[in-house]
């Protein structure tokens, strides 16, 4: 690793910069050398301050990141460009940047494509790290684990507030209401959600309906249902077929599956 890496932040939000440049302040090594708010700046910006390490949003004014990271490697090719987004975006497909197997790749098949070098994280099991740690591993003493951001809810859902919101009072309400000990307790009792608030979790009543409660459906031929829906789902998602065609292919495979 070397002694630092120095960084460029570009995305038209700037409360999302400043929360990148805070998380990334935390490590001594990493060094933080300029913002851009649009694709076009970010070119220019790199251009001059070669920055080791690009962070660009994909959704930007006057060019997006898929060209804006082009146009930028072709003047500083030794910098790396790592792209986010938050959104599904189907032209990381369409352009190459995603390999289409991301919309159905199961644990393995994601793990394959780590431990090539072909990605930048993964989300997998324990069993993994002594596969990455082999001898003729190519990311061999290159990987390295952290937790999940955020951490889990123990039942419930996370509720977030979108940065674009025009209603961001309104939004916090709702989430106060949510997430208050009589809106959780009703929401248990009803569809049998686990509350988050823990003191909830001891109360007799909420304990007695989920003594009773099972996980999901438990059938045999559970891997050949999820088989028959993640083809169908992901041709969808990919446009190779409309997903009305998609849905009734998959009933009509999952109704086979259900008679024999």
């Known amino acids: ?93 369409a352009r190459g940047l995603s390999p289409p197997l991301v919309t159905a790749a199961d644990e393995e098949l994601t793990r394959r494509e780590f431990g090539a070098g072909r990605a930048v994280f993964l989300r997998n099991w324990p069993y993994a790290r002594a596969l990455f740690e082999a001898a003729g591993s190519p990311v061999r003493g290159r990987v390295g684990i952290a937790p999940l951001p955020g951490g889990g809810a123990l039942g419930g859902a996370h509720l977030a507030i979108h940065a674009r919101t025009r209603f961001p009072d309104a939004a916090w309400a709702l989430v106060r209401h949510l997430a208050s000990p009589a809106s959780q307790r009703a929401i248990a009792a009803a569809v049998g959600l686990e509350p988050t608030r823990p003191q909830l979790l001891e109360d007799p009543e909420l304990r007695a309906i989920f003594a009773g ?48």
């Open 1 to 93: 690793m070397p002694d630092e890496i120095t960084t460029l932040i570009v995305d038209d939000h700037e409360v999302v910069r400043e929360g990148l440049r805070l998380s990334l302040s935390r490590a001594a090594h990493i060094r933080v050398i300029g913002e851009a708010s649009d694709g076009a700046s970010a070119v220019e910006l790199a251009a001059r301050r070669r920055p080791d390490v690009v962070i660009m949003d994909v959704r930007m004014p006057r060019m997006d990141a898929l060209e804006a990271a082009t146009r930028l490697l072709e003047k500083v090719p030794d910098s790396t460009v790592l792209i986010f987004t938050a959104y599904s975006e189907r032209s990381l497909l």
């Open 213 to 260: 409660a099972r996980p999901r459906p438990v059938t045999p031929w559970y891997q050949t249902l999820s088989a028959t829906l993640q083809p169908e789902l992901s041709a969808a998602i990919l446009g190779l077929k409309p997903a009305s065609e998609a849905l009734a292919d998959a009933e009509r495979r999952l109704a086979y599956c259900l008679r024999r």
